[in-house]
């Protein structure tokens, strides 16, 4: 199974840490954000990993290389302009083979296990499924959450008759499993965003999650930085 690692994005809440420093680049607990990453990916069996790249892209890739010092097979996706989600992931299709793929948000930190990614892309075609999503607590600066997980691990954009009202509304993790057919309307040339393929599919009951209730951060500005590099170094 592949995986891909989402790297393309400018950190505008970042700056001025990102101004000379390509995000996924600043260091962590000792060692830069991506190579948790792509260390945890490799410990799970998925040392093929794509990653997209467009600000400060080169340094990116001057950095992390081939990955082979990870132990991993680094493949890059540049893109100029950034394409966003949906379309840097669809650019970036003909390096994902042809199979069900894991795809990681460059500035998350979870402690969900990679290795549970292959029994979740099977879910996928047994199920008739486009897309599996990993969805956690509201954290407190997204409390209005994404989206609803129905009892029978549908996920809904709003409460339907299977995901009532009383059901909680979660966080999108920005850790998935995708088949390429979510995809395929994509054309990878122009910027496009993953929620309203996402939407789109639930409406087609086509998309399926799991409540992940572990350790989850979005390393979105410096101070949740700071808080990540703290507990990693205690």
């Not at 069900?100 to 402690?111: E, I, K, Q, T």
């Not at 993790?173 to 990878?188: K, M, N, P, Q, R």
């Amino acid at each position: 199974m592949k995986a891909m690692i989402l790297a393309a994005g400018r950190g505008e809440r970042m700056r001025p840490l990102t101004d000379h420093t390509p995000k996924p680049l600043l260091p962590v607990g000792g060692k830069p954000l991506i190579v948790w990453q792509i260390e945890k990916l490799v410990a799970a069996g998925m040392p093929d990993i794509v990653v997209n790249a467009a600000w400060l892209g080169d340094r990116l890739q001057d950095a992390l290389g081939d990955g082979s010092r990870y132990g991993a097979r680094l493949s890059w996706s540049q893109e100029d302009p950034p394409l966003e989600t949906a379309g840097g992931i669809a650019r970036a299709l003909p390096l994902l083979g042809v199979e069900p793929f894991l795809v990681v948000n460059g500035d998350v930190w979870c402690d969900w296990d990679f290795r549970d990614a292959l029994a979740r892309a099977h879910a996928l075609r047994s199920r008739a499924a486009r897309a599996w999503l990993l969805l956690v607590d509201n954290p407190p600066h997204h409390p209005q959450g994404d989206f609803v997980l129905a009892p029978d691990s549908r996920v809904h954009a709003s409460p339907t008759a299977s995901s009532p009202l009383t059901a909680p509304r979660l966080t999108f993790s920005g850790i998935g499993v995708y088949d390429h057919a979510l995809f395929e309307d994509v054309s990878g040339e122009h910027p496009a965003a993953l929620a309203p393929l996402l939407r789109g599919a639930m409406q087609e009951q086509a998309v399926i999650g799991t409540h992940h209730r572990g350790i989850w951060m979005d390393i979105g500005t410096p101070e949740r930085l700071q808080q990540l590099d703290t507990q990693l170094t205690m």
